[in-house]
Every structure is written in C-alpha cells, then in structure tokens.
C-alpha cells in the first residue's frame, strides 16, 4: 500500500504546510503536488532555502516601488523565470500581475498552465500582500473562527 502513495507519475510531497495524522506525514501527489509546489514557490523568498538560495519569487525588495506597467512587467519576468527554472512538470500558457484594489496592499499572480505529461489545464490565483504577514494571519485567523 505504501507503494501505492509513490507511485504518482506527476510527483508526490509532504503537504503545505506539513500536517501529519497516525500514519504519518500527509502527502499530496499529481495536480495538487504541482499546485503547492507554485504555490510554496510563490510564497519563498530567495535565500530561505539554504540549499538552493536562489528558489523562490523575491517581491518584498519591491514593496515600496510604484505599481506601473514597468514593475508588472518585471514582476512578470521573475515569475515566469522562477517557474521556467523550478517547476519543470507544466507549460506556462499565461501569466499576468494584478493589482485589483491599490489601496488594499495585495497583487495577485495568475496563472495559467499545462500539465505536459497530461495535458491537462489549470490556473492558480496567488495574493501577495504587502502588509506585515501578522495582520494577514490575523484577519485570516478572525474569519475562520
């Protein structure tokens, strides 16, 4: 049965973030593997991986600079160069920067991929906010109780 667990043709990894029950460690395999690993790799900052420093979408150095077309563009071009390099298992079909209220302090990536060993299609909507995480986790925190 083990077996079983590892043997996804897409990939299998601990879940994010980690949770574990009586057996273990809980995993995640195909689709939703290929879903957290963007979505960890979205949420990483260069260097906290001391092993690959390089992993992750550094957008907090840019927290304070002006929302323009420049700053999507760029924005864009380190996201779709983060994925190109660390997520092998999809095609990029589109990617954009969103900033749907400025004065909320959030972007959203969105994305738009292929699966290339299924061909399968999928998107994925990223916030990133540019408030301290810990009003993030509160306001979050306030709406689940």
């Known amino acids: 049965m083990a077996d079983d ?15 574990f029950d009586t057996g273990g460690v809980i995993m995640t395999a195909d689709e939703a593997d290929i879903q957290a690993s963007l ?16 992993y ?7 927290m ?14 380190r996201a779709r160069t983060a994925i190109l390099i660390y997520e092998p298992r999809i095609k990029l079909l589109n990617l ?3 900033n749907p209220d400025p004065g909320e302090g ?9 699966v290339r060993a299924s061909n399968s299609r999928f998107n994925l909507v990223f ?11 509160g306001a979050v925190a306030g709406q689940a109780g």
């Open 106 to 114: 959030t972007l959203q990536i969105l994305l738009e991929y292929e």
């Open 127 to 137: 916030p990133f906010y540019l408030t301290d995480s810990n009003e993030v986790r």
């Open 39 to 54: 979505q960890i790799l979205f949420g990483t900052t260069p260097g906290e991986r001391f092993l690959v420093p390089k």
């Open 56 to 62: 992750g979408l550094d957008m907090h150095e840019l």
């Open 64 to 77: 304070f600079e002006p929302m323009s077309t420049t700053m999507r563009t760029l924005l864009t071009d």
């Open 5 to 19: 667990l590892y043997a996804s043709f897409l990939g299998t990894g601990w879940s994010f973030p980690p949770r």
């Open 96 to 98: 954009q920067i969103d």
